[in-house]
Each structure stands twice: as structure tokens, then as C-alpha cells.
């Protein structure tokens, strides 16, 4: 007599569940393997359910801008709605923000850095993130003070505020003065601001504590004009936390040198931009960008990796280019606190 199975089927899952432990596998796996299971997990990737939050930071700042736009639509169009978290970089395109934009109506975390976004296009849209509670700006250096005031305006649940400078570039920054005004009389629930490397000034500093009565941490460090007094500090804000103005450099350097090191010279000779990846790339023997579209079977050209035939659409299948090259411009990111 054959066993009765009491046991639930995987293909059996509800879909939000599915998603659930779906989300958790690397990118790459959820877009290219998880697809060829079965039909359940297909519509399970295809839908919102792993796609309330999107992570591809780290990819961005690696990808070209044509491959961005595509993923982002992409995912985000996935989402249906329901996105609460986006972490991306190098968002260079004010039509591509609009498109986040106008899909961030769930939206409660956005990771921007490195965009060169207009001021301009933040302004007319800060609107649509009203119910954003943290937003990372770090190194967006179009961003100015309307578009500071149009976030605070908009967000009325923000409570933290990355806005960071790279400290290579410092020296060559404006004064951020008025931004700095613009954040403390706007945003008054903020309990966690970054300003490192941000070129403001002791006044600057005074309105943010005053105006920003919740705040509990406030990075400071790079902040070369700010020398605050510590017994007033103590006094009028013991509840803040302050970093800086000072900046252990030797953290930078040393981050830099340690990293290089784990690669041999053996490793700088050999290496070249055709090494293989994986089982997805392109080669750049027969990369053509004029005939990087997507062909009648749904497969990018120019694509060399294994084909999907009839997997997935044509308007949602994307080749993806996944590798670990080390950062060209050898620049050392400061990591938040």
C-alpha cells in the first residue's frame, strides 16, 4: 500500500511564501535558474513577491547605463506596486528617476548613489516618495538645496538622511549652506544625518540641532569648518552623537593597500576584460552594441550564454552580464557608520 504523503509539494507554496524564500538566492540565480524549475516558481519570479526589495547596488556601479535602465524597469515593472526597498547606484538618467519615481508610491528606503541626477528633476518629483523614511544621496553632487526642501516638504516621515561627499573631491566643492539650512528647517523628524565631507560651517551645524529636535546621530566627519564645543554639546543635545570633524585617513589607506594586496602579480599580468565569468557574459569578440536588442526567440544578441527559448518574453527577458572585476578608478568609497 503506497504512503500517503502529508508533506506539501514546493510547487505547492503559496506564492507570497514562495517569495519569501525565493528573494533570499543571489540575483543572477532568481532571473536565470529558478525560471527553469517549474511554472509555479516562474510565475513566483515573475510577480511582486520577490520584488519588494531590490538590491543591485554592487551591479550597477559595474553595469553600462543602457543595462541599467533595462533591469530597472524590469524588476521594478515586477514589483506591481508593492516596492518598499531600491538599492542602486549611478543612476545618470533623469527619465530613468521619473520611472522610479512614478513607481515609488510603497516606496520606504532608496539607496541613490553616485547619480547624476538634476536638481531639477528631484524638485518636480520629490512628491511621489512621501512615504519614504531613509534616503542615501551620498555622492550625488547635482543635488542642491531646492531639492533638499522639496524631499523635506514631501517626506514628512523621513528620519534618515545620508548626503555624503567623497573626500578626494572635496577641496573642489562649493559651500553647502544653504542645503544645510534647507535640512534643518524641513526635516524635523531626522534622528540619523550624514554630512561627511560636505563643506558647511558651525551656523550650519547649530540650525540642524535646533531645527532636527529627534536626532540621535550626526556624522560630521571631513566637515574641515566645524569645530563645535563639547561642554556646550553636552549641555543643549546629550542625546546626539557626533563623528568628526576628524577622519582616521589611515582607514582609507589602509583599506586600499589591504584590498590590492589579496591579488598577486600574477593576477594583474594575466587578467583582461575577456576572462570568464561564469556561465553568463559577453564576449567582447562579438559584442556589437548596434545589435544589442532582443532577438524573435526572447535572447539578447550579441548574448553568449545559454538561451531561454520561449522561457520568458521578449520584453522581459534580460541578458545580464554578471562578473567581479575589481573597481577601475581604485577609489575608496567611505562606508556610512
Excluded at 524631499?151 to 542645503?179: A, Q, T
Excluded at 547649530?206 to 566645524?226: A, K, P, Q, T
Excluded at 544578441?301 to 531561454?308: A, C, K, L
Aim: aromatic share 10%; net charge negative; glycine share 6%.
Amino acid at each position: 500500500m503506497d504512503e500517503v504523503d502529508d508533506y506539501p509539494h514546493w510547487e505547492d507554496l503559496l506564492p507570497d511564501a514562495l517569495g519569501l524564500i525565493i528573494k533570499k538566492l543571489p540575483l543572477q540565480e532568481i532571473l536565470t535558474v529558478i525560471p527553469r524549475v517549474c511554472k509555479s516558481w516562474t510565475r513566483a519570479v515573475q510577480g511582486p513577491y520577490c520584488w519588494q526589495k531590490i538590491d543591485i547596488y554592487e551591479w550597477s556601479t559595474e553595469c553600462v547605463p543602457e543595462q541599467l535602465d533595462r533591469m530597472l524597469r524590469l524588476l521594478i515593472g515586477r514589483s506591481c506596486g508593492s516596492l518598499r526597498e531600491l538599492h542602486v547606484a549611478c543612476v545618470n538618467d533623469d527619465r530613468l528617476f521619473s520611472f522610479i519615481a512614478e513607481h515609488a508610491s510603497s516606496l520606504q528606503k532608496l539607496i541613490l548613489r553616485r547619480s547624476e541626477i538634476s536638481d531639477a528633476i528631484v524638485t518636480e518629483f520629490a512628491g511621489k516618495f512621501s512615504s519614504l523614511s531613509s534616503l542615501d544621496l551620498s555622492y550625488c553632487y547635482e543635488i542642491r538645496t531646492k531639492a533638499l526642501e522639496a524631499i523635506g516638504r514631501s517626506c514628512k516621515s523621513l528620519v534618515s538622511l545620508s548626503w555624503n561627499m567623497h573626500p578626494i573631491v572635496f577641496e573642489d566643492r562649493p559651500s553647502y549652506v544653504d542645503e544645510a539650512h534647507a535640512i534643518a528647517n524641513t526635516m524635523p523628524k531626522l534622528k540619523h544625518l550624514e554630512l561627511a565631507y560636505v563643506h558647511i560651517d558651525v551656523g550650519s551645524v547649530l540650525d540642524i540641532l535646533s531645527g532636527c529636535r529627534d536626532l540621535e546621530l550626526l556624522d560630521l566627519r571631513g566637515c574641515w569648518d566645524v569645530e563645535l564645543d563639547k561642554k556646550f554639546l553636552e549641555e543643549k543635545h546629550p542625546k546626539v552623537k557626533i563623528l568628526g570633524p576628524h577622519v582616521d585617513m589611515g582607514y582609507l589607506e589602509r583599506g586600499c593597500w589591504d584590498y590590492a594586496s589579496d591579488f598577486s602579480d600574477d593576477y594583474w599580468m594575466d587578467s583582461s576584460d575577456d576572462e570568464f565569468y561564469g556561465d553568463y557574459y559577453y564576449s567582447d569578440d562579438n559584442y556589437d552594441p548596434e545589435d544589442d536588442i532582443i532577438d524573435d526567440n526572447g535572447t539578447e544578441r550579441g548574448y553568449t550564454g545559454p538561451r531561454y527559448d520561449g522561457m520568458w518574453s521578449a520584453e522581459d527577458l534580460l541578458a545580464l552580464r554578471f562578473h567581479h572585476e575589481m573597481d577601475g578608478d581604485l577609489q575608496v568609497w567611505p562606508a556610512s557608520p
